[in-house]
């Protein structure tokens, strides 16, 4: 490790960024909302990426009190994660490699997510090994706040002791490309076939791309730097 590249960090957002588990949250989506008979279609479902289970369930259920949401927030990661011990953890394309070229460029790591606990000790119980990259990370219930609130990145850059102006933000959401903008943090949207790679400019992305394959070290190190 050097002094320089120690120096930078990378906030990882976790569902569809690091690991491609939105079909997984999407079907258990469904399956709690057909039971609440609510109508949860694909386009609720992107529009909501970044929020947590709770900010999401208020906009259904707008006489529930915080436990209530909580409780039923609670349910729905529990069908989560029934779905994920069958399907598995999958990560995204080129993850796995990004992973190590930064680490073995000594380049702290970080999450930023509004992915409950348990879900990622999940994917620890699954992959072992994973949890050896991240110096610091920050998940649902540790800030006040989630996404397009900053602090779930400025809390994972000050766990890195690291200026924000030294992190970039890996995201597939609007509200999290949003929450770097305003942590001051450069960003890069790494966006499918259902999202506009002109909304997440205009948002604030310093970088669109459509796989993690596209990135590598020197590459994230020239937009942190610019």
Not at 79 to 108: C, M, N, S, T
Not at 186 to 191: E, K, L, T, Y
């Amino acid at each position: 490790m050097t002094i320089e590249t120690a120096a930078y960090g990378v906030i990882w957002d976790f569902d569809g960024t690091l690991v491609d588990t939105m079909p997984t949250h999407f079907s258990a989506w469904q399956k709690f909302m057909a039971e609440q008979r609510q109508d949860f279609t694909e386009a609720h479902f992107w529009a909501t990426s970044g929020k947590s289970a709770e900010e999401i369930l208020q906009a259904y259920f707008t006489d529930a009190s915080p436990a209530e949401l909580a409780r039923l927030g609670d349910l729905k990661n529990s069908y989560y994660r029934e779905e994920a011990e069958g399907r598995g953890i999958i990560f995204a394309p080129g993850a796995v490699d990004l992973l190590k070229a930064l680490q073995q460029a000594g380049i702290q790591q970080a999450i930023g997510s509004g992915t409950p606990r348990k879900n990622l000790e999940l994917a620890y119980r699954q992959h072992p090994w994973l949890s050896a990259y991240f110096q610091a990370v920050v998940v649902a219930g540790d800030t006040p706040n989630s996404k397009p609130d900053p602090e779930v990145f400025l809390l994972a850059a000050r766990k890195m002791e690291l200026a924000p102006r030294r992190c970039l933000v890996i995201e597939d959401g609007l509200l999290g490309i949003e929450a770097a903008r305003r942590a001051g943090m450069p960003s890069i949207a790494v966006i499918n076939e259902n999202q506009s790679e002109a909304e997440f400019l205009k948002c604030g992305a310093t970088r669109v791309v459509k796989s993690l394959q596209e990135l590598d070290v020197t590459g994230i190190i020239k937009l942190i730097e610019a």
